[in-house]
């Protein structure tokens, strides 16, 4: 069974809300460089409110963010496409997980692939991720997490500070940390 999610319902999977362990595997189509990153004029994660969102001190890009929580349920992100600068971002990530380059940003503008050459680019690359090692795309997920999320207006870090668990580390900056990966997934839900 094929499912395809647009928008988010508000659970903590976010753009993954459908997912459980009887999937083999999760694609991922459209996505960008995470929030700060010069890799695309669109580039944020999650929510144009957070300027830069770390986890574990790096970076995240939504790739990441939704990789890891599949791999939680067992189930691997096996192929992505998007921007250039996030598919340098996957292949430092797993190597193994397919990745299809459709477009890349350079300073506010976008330089894309024909659409047609993107659909048979994305398709190519779809069928031969799917005929690989799936697990081998499966990320090793944190026993222990840490997120600072940084936002361009001071007042949302002292609001979100108020979500159970978190801190008010900075200026523009909070952080929370947490050995349960769903429970940042659902702090990401409340405060981005």
């Known amino acids: 069974m094929v499912k395809l999610i647009r928008a988010w319902a ?9 997912l459980d362990e009887t ?6 189509v459209g996505y960008h460089a995470a929030a700060g990153s010069e890799a695309n004029s669109l580039a944020h994660t999650l929510s144009s409110d ?8 790096k970076p995240a890009p939504e790739f990441l963010v939704h990789a890891l929580a599949s ?3 067992g189930v691997p992100t096996v192929f992505v496409t ?5 598919m340098d971002e996957v292949q430092q990530t797993n190597s193994a997980i397919g990745r299809c380059a459709v477009k890349e940003g350079r300073g506010q ?3 894309s692939m024909a659409p047609g050459a993107a659909i048979s680019a994305i398709r190519a690359g779809a069928e031969k991720a799917l005929k690989g090692d799936l697990k081998k795309s ?3 997920v944190p026993k222990h997490t840490i997120l600072e999320i ?26 929370f940390e947490t050995d349960d990966y769903f429970e940042a997934l659902r702090m990401l839900n409340y405060v981005t």
Request: aromatic share 8%; hydrophobic share 40%.
């Open 71 to 73: 791999s939680m349920l």
């Open 82 to 86: 998007g921007d250039k600068g996030l």
């Open 23 to 28: 999937f083999h595997a999760v694609m991922m």
């Open 50 to 57: 957070a300027i830069l969102v770390k986890l574990n001190g």
């Open 109 to 111: 503008s976008t330089i």
């Open 138 to 140: 499966l990320l090793e």
């Open 10 to 18: 508000g659970h903590p999977l976010c753009m993954l809300q459908e």
């Open 150 to 175: 940084t936002y361009g207006n001071p007042n949302l870090a002292y609001r979100h500070s108020w979500y159970p668990g978190c801190k008010h580390i900075g200026n523009r900056t909070i952080r």
